[in-house]
């Protein structure tokens, strides 16, 4: 397909839920269900490192949708994972980008201009000089069979009408800058376990002008651009000076921080660190990065500790998505009571009144509904903090 044509579909649609070049060509076939499992353990699924409801591979932004084949197949198997879709009111829905890889962790540039996506591409039994990785299987009498497999994982972005402005290969993390006119990245190579890659870099880019993206460090397990400052955070458990580093692009430069998580809340007041080594879940005051998740009773361990959290609704409210269930909780950190409700948030609705109702996707549905007709605990404790 031509990447730059734009197509039109029609779809009977209610949303659902859900370095190295590569020129090798490939027809379109189904991820073998051994690397699916494998890129769910690596994040695909709910990777934390992504602003906008990364689970469902959707985005929406002043009335447009931008989607996946991967989101919109949840419910539909006939759909095409392969592909990125763009919908609004006026044009309906298009086929911006039809690959030959199972495409995830879409995201609309916070200015609306662009969208960026990875794509993941693998295969079997392929040479050892074309390989990625291999693996050893045992075998009678002393002789172990050895395969070979190829894996690459792509970093597009494209405009709304699917033209591509770049692309990178084996991408593992990326982040929209708050701007929208510069985004960085991670490169590292598959690997099995913990998070899924051994870093090999980290870049940024930016779209004006066009040029070659800036090496700026040389590992990370993960990244993203604060909304207080718009600096960008790296997640580096090696770093000498601590596991959080801050990227200043003045001197093009690696800083030390006292900070433990890269996440912060809108606002600044609080900020997480995921569970990056089965640790689990951790929250922090953002004054004197005092963490407040060991607090007796805060978290249980059994429900929200080891869950994954999705994105921060408002400084005080943690969407987490509920660990083998369909659905979030939504956490407001500064009084530890927890929402369940019933569903996926898709964020605050702001076409109604009063403000806090939620966008919600249930069973395939999308519906608004208020937070305060929502099951709830009984909060842990009075305000921690006010905003600073």
Not at 126 to 155: F, Q, W
Not at 367 to 384: G, H
């Amino acid at each position: 397909m031509n990447r730059n044509a734009r197509t039109q579909e029609t779809f009977t649609m209610v949303p659902q839920a859900s370095s190295r070049r590569s020129t090798r060509g490939r027809g379109k076939k189904s991820l073998p269900r051994r690397l699916l499992t494998l890129l769910a353990t690596a994040g695909l699924a709910a990777s934390a490192a992504l602003a906008a409801p990364p689970g469902m591979d959707y985005h929406d932004a002043s009335g447009a949708r931008v989607y996946g084949g991967t989101w919109y197949q949840f419910h539909n198997p006939s759909a095409d994972p392969t592909q990125v879709i763009f919908a609004n009111a006026k044009q309906g829905f298009s086929v911006i980008w039809d690959g030959d890889g199972i495409v995830h962790g879409i995201q609309l540039s916070p200015n609306g201009q662009h969208v960026a996506f990875l794509e993941t591409l693998f295969e079997e039994d392929v040479s050892s000089a074309t390989a990625t990785y291999s693996d050893v299987v045992p075998g009678t009498r002393g002789k172990d069979t050895v395969n070979h497999y190829y894996e690459n994982t792509v970093l597009h972005v494209l405009t709304l009408q699917g033209v591509e402005v770049h692309r990178d290969d084996f991408v593992r993390r990326f982040a929209w800058h708050p701007g929208g006119e510069h985004l960085a990245y991670i490169t590292g190579d598959f690997l099995e376990g913990g998070v899924g890659f051994a870093p090999t870099g980290v870049y940024f880019y930016q779209l004006k002008g066009r040029g070659n993206p800036w090496p700026i460090h040389n590992r990370a397990l993960d990244l993203t651009f604060s909304p207080v400052d718009q600096e960008l955070y790296l997640y580096d458990p090696s770093h000498a000076s601590g596991p959080v580093v801050r990227f200043n692009p003045k001197y093009r430069q690696i800083e030390g921080t006292s900070r433990q998580g890269i996440y912060f809340s809108p606002g600044g007041t609080f900020y997480y660190a995921p569970s990056y080594d089965g640790s689990g879940l951790r929250l922090f005051l953002t004054e004197g990065d005092q963490e407040i998740t060991r607090e007796p009773g805060f978290l249980d361990s059994n429900r929200l500790a080891y869950s994954t959290p999705r994105y921060w609704l408002d400084d005080s409210q943690l969407v987490i998505d509920r660990a083998n269930s369909d659905g979030d909780w939504l956490l407001n950190v500064d009084s530890g009571q927890v929402i369940e409700p019933g569903g996926f948030v898709l964020g605050v609705d702001t076409a109604t009144k009063p403000g806090n109702n939620l966008r919600l996707l249930t069973n395939g549905t999308l519906t608004s509904v208020s937070q305060d007709s929502l099951p709830r605990s009984t909060p842990t404790r009075t305000s921690l903090a006010a905003p600073f």
